[in-house]
């Protein structure tokens, strides 16, 4: 067992080696605001929440391996407050209304933005149209929502060896696409059982035939905070009905 340690916001985390801020963070009980990162998968440091101090110079803790005796800032002003920009960014760029989400009260981005406290968008909505693929018999993608985590891509390709969604394009023009020969799901080998049906942060996979089973007011955040309860996308966390 290492003995290595480093300090987040006056806490002493001890870590082994080639684990990540983050992961020695989480495994020591210390949230970091995040979106694309999963336990389960290679960090990609897209979504740039997970935004720390080390030693007075910014890093993303999903990708920045711990260091012995370091300092991390993680609840300072500054940070949060670049949090806060970035998640208003996110809300304006997709369609996120949430009062009429299915995802409501487990929603990632809803509950890091409360968190944060990014209680209303400061950005002129984009409003962007983004068509709907009803195409699966399982399952309905809804491209609104799509904030571009990588998680679905990096879960297909990982735990479900099919490589079936990919992110096409550059900037604004970047979106989601589906490695079939129409470009639908349904014409695809995805299964409601995947990784990648259940590892989006927000409301992009939605199974068809049901929806607000466990009614909004009573789901994992509308209970308890994201600090507490971690991320809805990992297994671990799928605690609506306890």
Do not use: W
């Amino acid at each position: 067992m290492s003995n290595s340690r480093f300090v987040i916001d006056g806490k002493d985390i001890p870590f082994r080696p080639g684990q990540t801020i983050m992961d020695a963070a989480m495994a020591a009980g210390v949230y970091i605001p995040h979106l694309c990162h999963n336990p389960d998968y290679a960090s990609t440091g897209n979504c740039r929440l997970c935004l720390v101090k080390l030693n007075g110079r910014y890093v993303s803790a999903c990708t920045q391996p711990a260091i012995a005796d370091s300092q991390v800032d993680n609840q300072i002003d500054e940070i949060n407050q670049q949090r806060k920009t970035l998640l208003q960014m996110l809300f304006v760029e997709g369609n996120h209304q949430c009062p009429g989400c299915e995802k409501s009260g487990r929603c990632q981005l809803q509950a890091v933005a409360y968190y944060v406290g990014m209680l209303s968008p400061y950005f002129t909505h984009f409003y962007p149209r983004r068509e709907l693929d009803a195409s699966h018999p399982e399952m309905v993608l809804d491209f609104n929502r799509c904030i571009l985590c990588g998680l679905c891509v990096r879960a297909s390709h990982s735990a479900d060896k099919k490589n079936i969604f990919a992110i096409s394009g550059r900037g604004m023009d970047s979106r989601l696409v589906i490695n079939s020969t129409s470009g639908k799901l349904g014409d695809s080998n995805f299964s409601a059982h995947d990784a990648a049906a259940s590892v989006c942060p927000v409301g992009v996979f939605l199974p068809k035939h049901k929806g607000y089973e466990v009614p909004i007011g009573q789901r994992l955040y509308d209970r308890e905070p994201i600090a507490q309860v971690g991320d809805v996308a990992h297994p671990n966390h799928q605690r609506d009905k306890k």
